[in-house]
Antibody, heavy 116, light 107 residues
């Protein structure tokens, strides 16, 4: 069974950093394209970033230069390093594999709150 | 970035109704479009990929159509569990972009 479990969310001050993790089971992270999507409280979905099996990465303009997506193949885990956090980064962050293809799976999400 | 304009933003309907939600892209995206269902406090669930392909396990009352710039999601006969928010997503290029969502409520 495919499962994605996010962790690492929490309360952080503006300008701070946080690293989110997404532990995968039932498939190999390095063989899929993996994405992060976020949802601010009461708002719609916002695509954040993707990493392909070959290592190519893409980012939303709103996070480019501040966020870095990566993976650890030995741990079968996806990461999102978030630096220079702003209040507008407050959201539930979801990881997903094959976001718009057959077999897409999403995690349950982890809440990031940026506030002083 | 490609803009995805979804309509309506909200919709009231009854069990058994046929419902259609539309999504328009600001430029052509071939058939690189997915439809998601999200219930409160839950992760989104992919219903349709490649504009018209039904995700495994999704009831056949859900269908998608369209290509280029105009797309539709149709629910042929609403069931109580279908009341949720629906989003489209273009994965034609990066950044991927979602529509603003359609909240489907019980009349």
């Amino acid at each position: 069974e495919v499962q994605l479990v996010e962790s690492g969310g929490g309360l952080v001050q503006p300008g701070g950093s946080l690293r989110l993790s997404c532990a995968a089971s039932g498939f190999t992270v390095s063989s899929n394209y993996m994405s992060w999507v976020r949802q601010a409280p009461g708002k719609g979905l916002e695509w954040v970033s993707v990493i392909y099996s070959g290592g190519s990465t893409y980012y939303a303009d709103s996070v480019k230069g501040r966020f870095t997506i990566s993976r650890d193949n030995s741990k079968n885990t996806l990461y999102l390093q978030m630096n220079s956090l702003r209040a507008e980064d407050t959201a539930v962050y979801y990881c997903a594999n094959e976001i718009a293809a057959a077999g897409s799976n999403w995690g349950q999400g982890t809440l990031v709150t940026v506030s002083s | 970035a490609i803009q995805m304009t979804q309509s309506p933003s909200s919709l009231s309907a009854s069990v058994g109704d046929r419902v259609t939600i539309t999504c328009r892209a600001s430029q052509g995206i071939r058939n690189d479009l997915g439809w998601y269902q999200q219930k409160p406090g839950k992760a989104p669930k992919l219903l349709i990929y490649a504009a018209s392909s039904l995700q495994s396990g999704v009831p056949s009352r859900f269908s998608g159509s369209g290509s280029g710039t105009d797309f539709t999601l149709t629910i042929s006969s609403l069931q109580p569990e279908d009341f949720a928010t629906y989003y489209c997503l273009q994965d034609y290029n990066y950044p991927n972009t979602f529509g603003q969502g359609t909240k489907l409520e019980i009349k």
